[in-house]
């Protein structure tokens, strides 16, 4: 496989957007929801304070620019209430008050803004990438992008095509729909490229506003979790056939697992009031099943020595810290300790979806602890259920 990465750039949402605010916020809209008698310690169990957002909470929460009325139709409130034996003069004074009252956003209300956003972050983590790399965009003969939360056609690649600029005979391979999975996913794709042409230099691309998934109106449990986890985050990475000065990490082998009958655990939906991400509660047990896969790939690929050999370092993204536990709790006994770490900070700040592994990656390279010659194992779930592990040395 012997693909090599360069360390990547992470762009972290601007605006802080503290537990307490949402919290705040969610307790005024919802002071009779089931969970409001619990909800501080339901936020204090994420081990969240804070996260970043492209866009302020302000504007995830703001109401829409159109009446709630009108969206309903003015002519059938006037045609019911004087149907009830309303006044026209009553009718008039109604029609008056209920105008007055605002729609929620739609969904072209929430998404415009968060899609520039999107765009912007990507071309400056694509910039940092490459600045790292000691490349110039004129270098890059491929872009794998993902950016699942802001659906849009042209999408990323394209505006990183103009933005950057990209030369005109690159390939785009725009990756959506990746979520979480982003992260590992495009390292595979990206190695399996320059395995076919070492001295192809492919530039990957991820910006996700996962903020975009608050919803003001939803009262459930579910939604309350997915407001106090997400954070919003743009990361890049060049990855190169050739080993470079600027490399950090050999990418040696990739795995890949999809789990039947889990896609609904899971999943992302458009409604008329934007972007919904839906959990299901036994969605952690299920990703442990991808855990459990990822170790007996790991089995098999080292039985020629599985007493020597361990990961020096373990930069995971399965979503939560439940299955971050189970990680720990069914590695072998001789594994050392904290090999999580990086991937319990990253945590820290929110869930980063498909961005998170680079994060986690960077944090590592930040804390200049590893070696050469350590072995590294990166790993994401997402909703499929599906998973990516990598396998390599640290450089």
């Known amino acids: 496989m012997a693909a090599y990465l360069c360390s990547p750039a992470v762009i972290h949402g601007e605006h802080a957007v503290t537990t307490s605010h949402i919290v705040a916020e969610v307790s005024d809209r919802h002071p009779r929801a089931a969970w409001a008698p619990r909800i501080d310690g339901i936020a ?6 804070s996260r970043g957002w492209m866009l302020p909470l302000e504007t995830a929460v703001a109401p829409g620019n159109g009446s709630g009325l009108r969206v309903l139709g003015i002519e059938p409130a006037q045609q019911a209430l004087a149907g ?8 008039d004074r109604v029609i008056a008050a209920l105008e007055t009252i605002p729609a929620p956003q739609t969904v072209q209300e929430r998404t415009a803004p968060a899609w520039e956003a999107v765009q912007s972050y990507g071309e400056h983590a694509a910039r940092g990438a490459l600045q790292t790399a000691g490349l110039d965009a004129a270098d890059v003969d491929c872009v794998i992008t993902s950016h699942s939360t802001t659906p849009a056609l042209p999408g990323l690649d394209i505006a990183l095509a103009n933005k950057l600029p990209l030369r005109s005979d690159v390939m785009m391979l725009p990756a959506t729909q990746w979520a979480c999975i982003a992260g590992t996913r495009s390292l595979a794709l990206a ?9 192809r230099v ?5 910006a996700e506003a996962l903020s975009t998934t608050y919803q003001p109106a939803d009262d459930t449990l579910e939604s309350l979790i997915v407001r106090l986890l997400f954070a919003d985050t743009a990361v890049a990475a060049v990855v190169t056939g050739r080993p470079r000065a600027e490399s950090v990490l050999r990418l040696d082998a990739a795995w890949h697992h999809t789990l039947p009958g889990t896609q609904d655990l899971h999943r992302l939906e458009t409604r008329a009031d934007g972007t919904h991400f839906v959990m299901d509660r036994r969605g952690p047990r299920a990703v442990q099943g991808t855990v459990t896969a990822m170790w007996e790939w790991l089995r098999v690929r080292y039985e020629d020595e599985p007493g020597s050999w361990h990961p020096d370092v373990l930069l995971a993204h399965p979503g939560g810290t439940r299955v971050l536990e189970y990680m720990e709790q069914t590695m072998p006994d001789a594994w050392p300790s904290g090999l999580l770490d990086y991937s319990r900070d990253s945590y820290t700040s929110g869930n980063r979806g498909g961005a998170a592994v680079f994060d986690i990656l960077r944090r590592a390279c930040d ?3 590893l070696k050469p010659g350590d072995r590294a194992v990166l790993y994401a779930a997402a ?3 599906t ?3 990598l396998e ?3 450089l």
């Not at 492919?202 to 991820?206: D, G, K, P």
Request: no cysteine; hydrophobic share 50%.
């Open 191 to 199: 190695a399996d490229l320059v395995a076919a042409d070492p001295d």
């Open 392 to 394: 390599g040395e640290w």
């Open 84 to 91: 009830d034996g309303f006044t026209q003069q009553d009718v």
């Open 383 to 385: 909703p499929g259920l």
């Open 44 to 49: 204090a169990s994420t081990g969240i304070e």
């Open 202 to 206: 492919v530039l990957v691309v991820i």
């Open 367 to 369: 804390a200049g602890r």
């Open 387 to 389: 998973a990516t592990a």
